[in-house]
């Protein structure tokens, strides 16, 4: 509504219109109509063929469209005249669908060499490697052509997902075996996400209790990690410690309200535990942090009649 409005007060050949008028593309888009976002990235480019935002919604809305071809083609032309992380990540999954894995990679390894720090243009060269290589240990020497120099063990995320490519074709046992003895060096011991990772590997092995270690290793480095939160307590949950999951359940959903999985988890625990009442105060509290969670309205008035049927029960 803002954009329309913007642009109703703006001359239809103006630098401003066109923006505005790509920038309603791009939401468009967003909305899910790819159709209609590319037609009207189609109507910018027609007054001015380098306006980059459209070009990025054009290639898009192709490749949405199922149209690879023409999303690279476009893709290409706007990385070109503003390179960009989004523009790469987007430009080589376009190559990717069309069938040019060889320029996807390059893309991604062109990318990789402007933006070292970019985790996710990192998974999305590992992952496409991955299933581009019949045999991915071939692929390590490959990968590290893709950093500026040897890996830098302090770049803890980085290092970590190497590791998790370097692994991932291995039995989980041996995997294992091995991480453990990688852990144990320098500074690698205090990479929260070689622990989560660790823990990831035990679990695939069936060993909780050592899952359990690892995560909550991960989370002493990095209290703020809710990753690291998240898989620790639901670990505790599937060992049945429910008692000691209770306040990391609780601090999960204070810092992601919107988690469904944690809101189904708490309230089911707070019936088990006996804890109905000191929960209907948490959410309570979790309303005037959030209160356009309206949901949770609902949540308090259940909590609240379990804990009325309960107190019935015991008169």
């Not at 500074?187 to 270690?213: C, F, Q, S, V, Y």
């Amino acid at each position: 509504l803002l954009l329309n409005e913007a642009l109703a007060e703006q001359p239809a050949t103006s630098f401003e219109h066109k923006i505005l008028k790509a920038n309603l593309a791009d939401v468009i888009l967003r909305q899910g109509n790819a159709k209609e976002a590319r037609e009207m990235a189609l109507e910018v480019l027609g007054e001015d063929s380098r306006q980059v935002a459209a070009l990025t919604v054009l290639g898009m809305a192709t490749l949405e469209m199922k149209k690879p071809d023409e999303a690279a083609e476009n893709l290409q032309k706007a990385y070109d005249l503003s390179p960009n992380p989004f523009r790469a990540g987007r430009l080589a999954r376009a190559y990717e669908l069309s069938g040019s894995i060889d320029k996807a990679l390059t893309t991604l390894k062109n990318a990789l060499q402007q933006y070292p720090e970019d985790s996710y243009l990192l998974k999305q060269y590992i992952s496409l490697q991955e299933r581009a290589s019949k045999d991915f240990k071939k692929s390590g020497s490959d990968m590290q052509q893709v950093l500026p120099d040897q890996v830098d063990e302090e770049d803890f995320l980085r290092y970590a997902e190497i590791m998790k490519a370097k692994l991932n074709n291995i039995d989980p046992a041996k995997a294992t075996e091995q991480l453990q003895k990688v852990i144990k060096v320098g500074k690698r011991k205090n990479n929260p996400h070689l622990h989560l990772l660790l823990g990831d590997l035990l679990r695939k092995t069936g060993n909780e209790g050592g899952a359990l270690e690892a995560y909550h290793q991960a989370r002493e480095l990095e209290p703020q990690n809710m990753l690291a939160l998240s898989k620790l307590l639901y670990t505790y949950r599937r060992l049945g410690r429910t008692e000691e999951a209770w306040p990391l359940l609780k601090l999960l959903l204070y810092h992601r309200p919107a988690d469904k999985t944690a809101k189904a988890s708490l309230l089911k625990d707070a019936v088990e535990l006996k804890k109905t009442k000191e929960t209907a105060l948490f959410f309570e509290e979790l309303l005037e942090k959030y209160p356009q969670r309206k949901d949770f309205y609902g949540a308090i008035r259940k909590l609240k009649q379990v804990a009325e049927n309960t107190d019935k029960e015991q008169l």
